[in-house]
């Protein structure tokens, strides 16, 4: 592309909070597997460092040159459950420890990849991952997890979902920063390049890169423009300001591709808000018309806005993939924020949005007494959502303080409000265990 071509956009973004938020290079780890678990950590350890050396620095190269800022620089590896079942070993977190170090390396700000997939069942190194992840997270700095429990056409590992409740409330007594990094998925994609939910699927090439941009305060200023006209108009502005900001994640992936010398992948057009005021989702939801994020109406800008910014992007760009589309993680959005603070958004409507959003209830603080039960059928709703609407859903609770505190995270994870959440117990209905089927539309062959 020639960079001409995006000389008007830059300029037009130039003072809206427009990024690159992140290149992230997926590297596969399978010719790391080992039968001795130390060996193995030495050759994830030195796969990631021979791979990754130069992403920091051509990243801010290719920054410099353009002008943009390229927020983070990130590795997702090979789910971890897959080379760890190879060894002996009782617990992973030599390997979590040595992704960690690889991250110090290289100078990345996350690794992703300390996942599992278990959405039909355990395989051996799915529970060993599982039972490890609090420690991981809790022994690390820029390690990330997750673990995919449903997808339309399993259905739902409701064991799973139950061990992952507990899970997440042993990862927050070991870490104030450890739920942060831990994401429960339903229908997760392979080549997601945003953190913490980030792993690089057995179907991918060895070594890729995937781009993630953002761009929400861009999309408002254009919307700005246009206020008082028609929905028709509304949804034309949002896809052709979606077009340029994916040229330009195309144009940074060709370029680093090019410069690393490894397979261009995606780029994932998800508009992903900062705690910064003028790059929150929220604030472009509310200059369609609404008073605030979270009164009627809510649910249907937000499909707009996803289904326009997907328009847009698949116009730009020939490889679009991730999750692309709105993300509305609480503490990240100064938007959502207020919104919760004004009372004027809870949990029940964010759930109704996440059947719209790229992904699901995000980086949200719930009281930290709210049980494993609790947490675990919050999840089973979210995948239940994923499932039947055969799109990805996640989950990403921080159960720390009580309602009315405000957790403090710093960063692009911002602060998030402790928010209400339904005091009647779900233990008997978690307690079931087993599988919720496969609904009916997954059969396909």
């Known amino acids: 592309m020639d960079i001409q071509q995006v000389t008007e956009t830059i300029a037009m973004i130039e003072e809206q909070n427009f990024d690159v938020r992140t290149i992230t290079m997926g590297i596969s780890l399978l010719d790391c597997i080992d039968s001795d678990i130390n060996r193995a950590a030495d050759k994830v350890y030195r796969k990631i460092v021979d791979k990754a050396a130069r992403l920091v620095a051509v990243g801010d190269e290719i920054s410099a040159e353009l002008g943009i800022p390229i927020v983070n620089k990130r590795v997702s590896v090979?789910?971890?459950?897959?080379?760890?079942?190879?060894?002996?070993?009782?617990?992973?977190?030599?390997?979590?420890?040595?992704?960690?170090?690889?991250?110090?390396?290289?100078?990345?700000?996350?690794?992703?990849?300390?996942?599992?997939?278990?959405?039909?069942?355990?395989?051996?190194?799915?529970?060993?991952?599982?039972?490890?992840?609090?420690?991981?997270?809790?022994?690390?700095?820029?390690?990330?997890s997750s673990v995919n429990i449903g997808s339309t056409k399993s259905g739902i590992n409701m064991?799973?979902?139950?061990?992952?409740?507990?899970?997440?409330?042993?990862?927050?007594?070991?870490?104030?920063?450890?739920?942060?990094?831990?994401?429960?998925?339903?229908?997760?994609?392979?080549?997601?390049?945003?953190?913490?939910?980030?792993?690089?699927?057995?179907g991918e090439a060895d070594v890729v890169i995937n781009v993630g941009v953002s761009g929400p305060g861009v999309v408002k200023r254009a919307l700005e423009k246009v206020r008082g006209q028609s929905f028709d108009v509304v949804a034309e502005t949002v896809k052709k300001t979606a077009f340029k900001i994916t040229r330009i994640g195309q144009l940074v992936g060709s370029l680093a591709s090019e410069r690393l010398g490894v397979k261009f992948g995606i780029v994932d057009l998800s508009l992903a808000p900062t705690p910064a005021v003028g790059d929150s989702v929220a604030r472009v939801l509310e200059?369609?018309?609404?008073?605030?994020?979270?009164?009627?109406?809510?649910?249907?800008?937000?499909?707009?806005?996803?289904?326009?910014?997907?328009?847009?992007?698949?116009?730009?760009?020939?490889?679009?993939?991730?999750?692309?589309?709105?993300?509305?993680?609480?503490s990240e959005d100064e938007g959502m924020i207020a919104a919760v603070e004004a009372g004027s958004l809870n949990l029940e409507k964010l759930e109704?949005?996440?059947?719209?959003?790229?992904?699901?209830?995000?980086?949200?603080?719930?009281?930290?007494?709210?049980?494993?039960?609790?947490?675990?059928?919050?999840?089973a709703d979210e995948a239940a959502i994923g499932v039947i609407n055969m799109k990805t859903t996640a989950v990403r609770l921080i159960p720390k303080g009580k309602e009315g505190d405000t957790i403090e995270f710093g960063g692009l994870l911002g602060s998030a409000p402790v928010m209400s959440v339904n005091k009647k117990s779900s233990a008997d209905f978690i307690a079931r265990g087993g599988q919720i089927p496969a609904p009916i539309h997954s059969f396909k062959n």
């Open 287 to 330: 200059e369609m018309g609404l008073e605030t994020v979270g009164t009627h109406g809510t649910t249907a800008a937000l499909a707009l806005l996803n289904d326009q910014v997907k328009k847009g992007g698949v116009m730009a760009c020939n490889q679009v993939g991730g999750l692309s589309g709105a993300f509305i993680p609480v």
């Open 159 to 202: 064991t799973a979902v139950g061990d992952m409740g507990r899970i997440i409330k042993e990862t927050a007594q070991l870490s104030e920063m450890g739920p942060a990094k831990l994401v429960v998925f339903a229908n997760a994609v392979e080549d997601n390049p945003f953190m913490s939910g980030a792993f690089h699927g057995v």
């Open 78 to 144: 090979t789910p971890i459950a897959i080379i760890g079942a190879a060894t002996d070993a009782t617990d992973y977190v030599p390997l979590a420890k040595a992704m960690d170090k690889a991250a110090k390396e290289i100078g990345i700000n996350f690794i992703g990849g300390f996942s599992a997939l278990v959405q039909k069942g355990y395989q051996k190194g799915d529970d060993i991952l599982i039972k490890s992840i609090p420690r991981a997270l809790a022994e690390t700095d820029f390690v990330c």
């Open 352 to 379: 109704a949005m996440t059947a719209i959003c790229s992904v699901g209830l995000d980086m949200i603080a719930i009281p930290e007494d709210t049980s494993a039960e609790t947490i675990a059928a919050m999840i």
